[in-house]
C-alpha cells in the first residue's frame, strides 16, 4: 500500500516560532501537497510541487513556504507561527497523471499559543 | 477553473444505497471528476473517479451525466462505516501543464450520516 507519513500526529508550538511539518511517501510519487482544514472551510491548498526542488502556491500560501530536496520528502515550514494558523495540516502525493488519485496522510493537528 | 457544489449534508438508512449528488456544471472537456471521502480524525481516501463513463469500483459506482455538469456517487449498501464527509473535485487530465490556471479544491463536501 502506499504510504504517506507524516512526521507528527499534534504538536503545540508558541506563538513566533519556526515550525517545521514533515511529509514522506514511499511511491515514488511526483506530485506532493500541504493542505489545511479549517472547519467551515474544507480543504485549501497551500503549496504543491510537481518535482525535486520546484513548488507552486496554492490558494493560501501567506505565512509558509515549502521545500522538496528529495522526491520523497515535502516540508512545510511556518517561519514565524501565529495563531491563525492553528489547524489541521494534510499532506499528499500522487502521479503527475491524473489517471491516479492522491493518496493522503493522517494529519497534523497544530495548535500555536 | 470548475467548482463543484454539494449538499451539506445528507442521511441515509443502513443497508440502503447512498446516492451523493455533485454539481459541476463549468466542467471542461479534460477534467475527470474525483470522489473522495474523509472519516473523522483521517485523511481523505481516494474511491474512484471518472471522466465520461459510468465506473464502478469495489467501494461505489460513479455516475456522470451525459452533459457532464453533474455526478452520483453510489455506495449501493452503506454502512455504519461509510459514515464520513464525502468531496467531489475536478482535476485536469494533464495537471502540469494546466496548473497556471487550475486551483485544486476540495470545498467542504457532503457530510453523510449513515443511520442504524
Known amino acids: 500500500d502506499v504510504k504517506v507519513t507524516q512526521s507528527s500526529r499534534y504538536l503545540v508550538k508558541r506563538t513566533g516560532e519556526k515550525v517545521f511539518l514533515e511529509c514522506v511517501q514511499d511511491?515514488?510519487?511526483?506530485?506532493m501537497f500541504w493542505y489545511r482544514q479549517d472547519p467551515g472551510l474544507g480543504l485549501r491548498l497551500i503549496y504543491f510541487s510537481y518535482d525535486v526542488k520546484m513548488k507552486e502556491k496554492g490558494d493560501i500560501p501567506e505565512g509558509y513556504s515549502v521545500s522538496r530536496e528529495k522526491k520523497e520528502r515535502f516540508s512545510l515550514i511556518l517561519e514565524s507561527a501565529s495563531t491563525n494558523q492553528t489547524s489541521m495540516y494534510l499532506c499528499?502525493?500522487?502521479?503527475?497523471?491524473?489517471?491516479?488519485?492522491?493518496?493522503f496522510g493522517s494529519g497534523t493537528r497544530l495548535t500555536v499559543v | 477553473d470548475a467548482k463543484t457544489t454539494q449538499p451539506p449534508s445528507m442521511d441515509c438508512a443502513e443497508g440502503r444505497a447512498a446516492n451523493l449528488p455533485c454539481n459541476h456544471s463549468t466542467i471542461s472537456g479534460n477534467e475527470y471528476v474525483y470522489w473522495y471521502r474523509q472519516i473523522h480524525s483521517q485523511g481523505p481516501q481516494y474511491i474512484i473517479h471518472g471522466l465520461k463513463n459510468n465506473e464502478t469500483n469495489e467501494m461505489a459506482s460513479l455516475i456522470i451525466t451525459e452533459d457532464r455538469k453533474s455526478s452520483t456517487l453510489i455506495l449501493p449498501h452503506a454502512t455504519l462505516r461509510d459514515t464520513a464527509v464525502y468531496y467531489c473535485?475536478?482535476?485536469?487530465?494533464?495537471?502540469?501543464?494546466?496548473?497556471?490556471?487550475?486551483?485544486?479544491?476540495f470545498g467542504t463536501g457532503t457530510r453523510l450520516t449513515i443511520i442504524p
Open positions: 473535485i475536478v482535476r485536469p487530465e494533464d495537471f502540469i501543464s494546466n496548473f497556471g490556471n487550475e486551483k485544486l479544491t
Open positions: 499528499a502525493s500522487s502521479w503527475r497523471s491524473s489517471s491516479y488519485g492522491y493518496t
Open positions: 511511491m515514488d510519487h511526483e506530485n
